[in-house]
T-cell receptor
């Protein structure tokens, strides 16, 4: 199992550009999450999904959209990137609420200039 | 979710036990205590969790006080590879409205030195 993978690993965007971050998991997990981590801070939840075709807002959803068309993939979109979105983005998944462990991907480092 | 308080940083000698404290005085009856760690530039890694009783796994032990207002994560024989940020998180499990989301604070930076 590859676990949770994220594409790309690094990206530099100019203000106003758009991009999509891809998260994929091969563990057949129902729940998937997108977090962002700013320097010196803990992770903050952006959006999450409790199953294929469902999405919900987390703590800091503004400026982001998500889609979960396939169970194994969770996409995070930035329609018009802003410097405030410079961060490291982590995706996570877990099998079910009864299973406490979340598995995290390696992260995507995004810089918006 | 209840708020947690952890020391900003701690040091530990290699081979010794590392004891990381966490205060969660507002924890409610259905909330679990989770510990994750994040090694530099990597995604967080689950360590252990518990509700009331002490727990142990291959990585660590979790001691929860009887009133559940605080807990301690114990790494019995710390190695250099245990240097990381350790997060204590309180969250509902199944049935709650949190949908399994984790609220990360700033954690404790544990430095294990030779």
């Amino acid at each position: 199992n590859a676990g949770v993978t994220q594409t790309p690993k690094f990206r530099v965007l100019k203000t106003g550009q758009s991009m999509t971050l891809l998260c994929a998991q091969d563990m057949n997990h129902e729940y998937m999450y997108w977090y962002r981590q700013d320097p010196g801070m803990g992770l903050r939840l952006i959006h999450y999904s409790v199953g294929e075709g469902t999405t919900a807002k987390g703590e800091v959803p503004d400026g982001y959209n998500v889609s979960r068309l396939k169970k194994q993939n969770f996409l995070l979109g930035l329609e018009s990137a802003a410097p405030s979105q410079t961060s490291v983005y982590f995706c996570a998944s877990n099998r079910a609420l009864l299973v406490p462990e979340q598995y995290f991907g390696p992260g995507t480092r995004l810089t918006v200039t | 979710d209840a708020k947690t308080t952890q020391p900003t940083s701690m040091d530990c000698a290699e081979g010794r036990a590392a004891n990381l404290p966490c205060n969660h005085s507002t924890i409610s009856g259905n909330e679990y205590v989770y510990w994750y760690r994040q090694i530099h530039s990597q995604g967080p890694q689950y360590i252990i969790h518990g509700l009331k009783n002490n727990e142990t796994n291959e990585m660590a032990s979790l001691i929860i006080t009887e009133d559940r207002k605080s807990s301690t994560l114990i790494l019995p024989h710390a190695t250099l590879r245990d240097t990381a940020v350790y997060y204590c998180i309180v969250s509902e499990n199944a049935g709650g409205t949190s949908y399994g989301k984790l609220t990360f604070g700033q954690g404790t930076i544990l430095t294990v030195h030779p």
